[in-house]
């Protein structure tokens, strides 16, 4: 599916952030039985921040590549003691290029998030809601200084190509291929607010054995036993066909499953690249958060990163 031909989103004159709090709620990623809650707020503190009212006395946990804790299935940032964490903060960070919301504090009355059934759509409508406040300061526009690339495990890969002069604006061509019914996929875009509305949409995916083990065995350990998964918040992906209904169906092929990987899980790791919005190309094959977020570390270990 390619929408690059698309315009980008006029070039925000000052920062941003929401102009009331807004609030979302839904069943536990990690743990179905519970509801937790989401609260945005508008802050003048530059970048994202998660603040955990279960745990008063901790610190904010800025959304950034130097607080990754680890990205075994998904992203997981913490900031001081290890109980101070959050986890699966792709489906909520991505938002913050994909929306080009600058500035943001969310509380959370967990490190668990909610699960939603549209994907993060829910979390769009809310800060949609909530609206858009400018603030004094300029936007801060990113780009690399030369070309760079990354090759990873099973033949995935990475490219980052620098912004031409006076482009403020991210270009993304992004493409998976599984060995089951999603196969390969691709989707080449101009990011703006509408995109990323549409890539939103999209739910996490597993595969049919995963939820089966999730179901079974995998009931023995204490990271699987409570997952919040069920038919309608994820893709399941048999050998051959789907499980359950897939979405997002393009030219009689659904590109759920690359959506979310470009909008969701690649985005989500542009956004902790914290000094400011990412502009150029970003080209992804196969990459998952275990690369992306090595990438992001070395594009800011290696001085990389230049002002747009």
């Known amino acids: 599916m390619d929408l690059s031909g698309e315009a980008p989103d006029p070039v925000d004159e000052s920062q941003t952030t929401i102009a009331r709090a807004e609030s979302v709620t839904g069943p536990g990623t990690f743990l179905g ?3 937790r809650t989401l609260r945005f707020l508008p802050t003048a503190a530059s970048g ?8 008063p006395d901790s610190l904010p946990i800025k959304s950034s590549v130097y607080n990754v804790w680890t990205t075994n299935r998904n992203i997981v940032l913490c900031s001081g003691s290890p109980h101070n964490y959050m986890r699966m903060v792709e489906h909520i960070v991505a938002l913050r290029p994909g929306m080009g919301i600058d500035n943001l504090l969310i509380k959370a009355d967990s490190g668990d998030p909610p699960l939603f059934d549209r994907g993060s759509m829910d979390i769009v409508e809310s800060l949609e809601r909530a609206g858009i406040a400018r603030q004094g300061a300029p936007p801060v526009f990113i780009t690399v200084r030369e070309p760079v ?5 099973n033949g995935s890969m990475l490219a980052f190509l620098p912004a031409e002069k006076g482009v403020r604006h991210l270009t ?6 599984f060995p089951n019914a999603m196969g390969r996929q691709r989707v080449k875009f101009v990011l703006n607010r509408k995109v990323f509305r549409h890539g939103a949409l999209a739910r996490t995916n597993t595969t049919a054995g995963m939820k089966l ?3 079974t065995v995998g ?4 990271d699987v036993r409570n997952l919040g998964y069920t038919d309608e918040n994820i893709l399941i992906a048999g050998k051959k066909r789907y499980v359950n209904e897939p979405r997002m169906i393009h030219e009689g092929k659904s590109l759920e499953a690359v959506w979310h990987r470009a909008a969701l899980d690649l985005l989500a790791a542009l956004a902790l690249l914290d000094e400011g919005r990412l502009a150029g190309t970003v080209l992804s094959f196969k990459a998952g958060h275990n690369l992306d977020v090595i990438m992001c ?7 990389i990163l230049v002002r747009a």
């Open 33 to 35: 039985r519970a509801r």
């Open 48 to 55: 994202w921040w998660f603040e955990r009212t279960d745990l």
């Open 149 to 153: 690339s990354m090759a990873g495990p």
């Open 172 to 177: 993304v061509d992004c493409a998976i291929d």
């Open 213 to 215: 083990y999730s179901h």
């Open 219 to 222: 009931k023995l350990f204490a």
């Open 297 to 303: 570390r070395r594009l800011v270990k290696d001085g």
